[in-house]
């Protein structure tokens, strides 16, 4: 009887300590790995990167900003960092027009970019063109510098693969902004975010199969500028080992890309006069967003499953939510070439696109506006892409 008895019990006994095994902290090295991003380094990197101003593009403020992340990525040990030269000219004024305020409180059903669709209140959404609406004497100094068309520049740093240098995925964000105020959350946060990645996995204890670059363009807010450039560029050069026989692919082949554009403000839907909660909601989630139009839709959507299934893996605080509208970031001149991604703090059509966000491009776009509830969202997409990043370009401690 006794015997009978014990062997279910072992059976279970066996079988819970093999789902402890597989989740235990102390069994999964990417596990080990996606702990070595914390809140507190993260913040310190918005808060280094808003000590530039808004680094509104064609501005010195700009152009320190970019010497200051590239002495970062070194320090971390991401130390081949490269730099993408272009043009910059502004359309003829009244060129591109349709950047009208969107009026408050316009309730119901309407369509939203990338494909989305607007539903329920609606806050207001424009872009802060006044210098003079910035209330901080010392930041309106900061950013008074206008910007002059001509060259430009960003930078990039790459994790050789060990096994498989001619293939690579791209973890991106875009460093510079608008607004007047410090680009704290748009797009210091997703800047921190590629940064904080860049120095986890450059640790000399780390080895990835295959390559991964950490980008960090300019002139996303001007029209995707930069990362336009750098496809222009480069996509004719993936794969092409050089100089022939050297080991060395200057620009492997693109497995994946994924953007990372405002990961921190999660407050919820506006209410009914247009005003927003001052606190990030208990539902915050990581959007994660593909686009169904794009030629790589069906691998891009593989991809983002992969990423929320990282999320629940690897992510402390926020689950993660899949969608299908990606639109306006650095992602979209990639996604008819590869499979490519943006994660955000909210979905960008129907949300951000319906005034969620009132940060947006404004003067309160500043680190002292955001609490801890919003630097852990931004946290809890580093930890997302990492452990997805880690997982797919074989990652492994020594
Ligand atoms: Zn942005």
Same mark, same amino acid.
């Given at each position: 009887?006794?015997?009978?008895?014990?062997?279910?019990?072992?059976?279970?006994?066996?079988?819970?300590?093999?789902?402890?095994?597989?989740?235990?902290?102390?069994?999964?090295?990417?596990?080990?790995?996606?702990?070595?991003?914390?809140?507190?380094?993260?913040?310190?990197?918005?808060?280094?990167?808003?000590?530039?101003?808004?680094?509104?593009?064609? $501005?010195?403020?700009? *152009?320190?900003?970019?010497?200051?992340? !590239?002495?970062?990525?070194?320090?971390?040990?991401?130390?081949?960092?490269?730099?993408?030269?272009?043009?910059?000219?502004?359309?003829?004024?009244?060129?591109?027009? &349709?950047?009208? *305020?969107?009026?408050?409180?316009?309730?119901?059903? &309407?369509?939203?970019?990338?494909?989305?669709? @607007?539903?329920?209140?609606?806050?207001?959404?424009?872009?802060?063109?006044?210098?003079?609406?910035?209330?901080? $004497?010392?930041? *309106?100094? @900061?950013?008074?510098?206008?910007?002059?068309?001509?060259?430009?520049?960003?930078?990039?740093?790459?994790?050789?693969?060990?096994?498989?240098?001619?293939?690579?995925?791209?973890?991106?964000?875009?460093?510079?902004?608008?607004?007047?105020?410090?680009?704290?959350?748009?797009?210091?946060? &997703? $800047?921190? @975010?590629?940064? !904080? @990645?860049?120095?986890?996995?450059?640790?000399?204890?780390?080895?990835?199969?295959?390559?991964?670059?950490?980008?960090?363009?300019?002139?996303?807010?001007?029209?995707?500028?930069?990362?336009?450039?750098?496809?222009?560029?480069?996509?004719?050069?993936?794969?092409? !080992?050089?100089?022939?026989?050297?080991?060395?692919?200057?620009?492997?082949?693109?497995?994946? =890309?994924?953007?990372?554009? =405002?990961?921190?403000?999660?407050?919820?839907?506006?209410?009914?006069?247009?005003?927003?909660?001052?606190?990030?909601?208990?539902?915050?989630?990581?959007?994660?967003?593909?686009?169904?139009?794009?030629?790589?839709?069906?691998?891009?959507?593989?991809?983002?499953?992969?990423?929320?299934?990282?999320? !629940?893996?690897?992510?402390?605080?926020?689950?993660?939510?899949?969608?299908?509208?990606?639109?306006?970031?650095?992602?979209?001149?990639? =996604?008819?070439?590869?499979?490519?991604?943006?994660?955000?703090?909210?979905?960008?059509?129907?949300?951000?696109?319906?005034?969620?966000?009132?940060?947006?491009?404004?003067?309160?776009?500043?680190?002292?506006?955001?609490?801890?509830?919003?630097?852990?969202? &931004?946290?809890?997409?580093?930890?997302? $892409?990492?452990?997805?990043?880690?997982?797919?370009?074989?990652?492994?401690?020594?």
């Amino acid at each position: 009887m006794s015997t009978k008895m014990l062997l279910p019990m072992a059976a279970i006994v066996l079988a819970a300590s093999s789902i402890q095994a597989q989740d235990g902290v102390a069994d999964d090295p990417l596990k080990k790995i996606v702990a070595r991003l914390d809140l507190q380094r993260y913040k310190e990197t918005i808060r280094g990167l808003t000590k530039f101003g808004d680094r509104r593009q064609g $501005t010195d403020r700009n *152009r320190a900003a970019i010497d200051w992340i !590239e002495a970062q990525l070194k320090s971390y040990g991401c130390t081949n960092t490269e730099r993408i030269h272009y043009e910059y000219q502004p359309p003829p004024p009244g060129g591109r027009g &349709g950047a009208g *305020r969107g009026g408050a409180g316009r309730g119901g059903r &309407g369509s939203a970019r990338g494909g989305a669709v @607007l539903r329920g209140e609606r806050g207001p959404t424009a872009v802060n063109n006044d210098a003079d609406l910035q209330p901080d $004497t010392r930041l *309106r100094e @900061l950013n008074s510098q206008p910007s002059t068309p001509g060259p430009r520049e960003e930078v990039f740093c790459t994790k050789i693969g060990a096994t498989h240098p001619e293939e690579m995925y791209i973890v991106g964000a875009h460093m510079d902004g608008i607004g007047y105020g410090e680009a704290a959350n748009d797009d210091g946060s &997703g $800047t921190a @975010l590629v940064m !904080e @990645l860049a120095r986890v996995l450059s640790s000399p204890d780390v080895t990835t199969e295959r390559s991964i670059r950490f980008a960090l363009w300019n002139n996303e807010e001007t029209g995707l500028n930069g990362a336009r450039a750098y496809v222009e560029q480069r996509k004719d050069r993936q794969g092409k !080992e050089d100089p022939p026989g050297s080991g060395k692919y200057p620009e492997p082949k693109w497995l994946g =890309m994924i953007q990372h554009d =405002m990961m921190m403000f999660d407050h919820g839907m506006p209410n009914r006069d247009g005003t927003v909660s001052e606190h990030q909601r208990p539902e915050a989630d990581v959007n994660i967003e593909f686009q169904s139009r794009s030629k790589f839709a069906a691998q891009a959507a593989e991809l983002a499953w992969i990423f929320h299934a990282a999320n !629940e893996k690897y992510a402390t605080d926020y689950p993660a939510a899949v969608g299908n509208h990606m639109t306006n970031t650095d992602s979209d001149p990639f =996604m008819d070439l590869v499979p490519a991604l943006s994660l955000r703090e909210l979905e960008r059509g129907s949300q951000i696109g319906a005034g969620w966000d009132p940060t947006h491009h404004q003067p309160i776009d500043v680190f002292s506006h955001f609490s801890d509830g919003d630097f852990r969202l &931004g946290l809890n997409a580093a930890q997302t $892409t990492l452990g997805a990043v880690a997982q797919l370009a074989g990652a492994k401690l020594k």
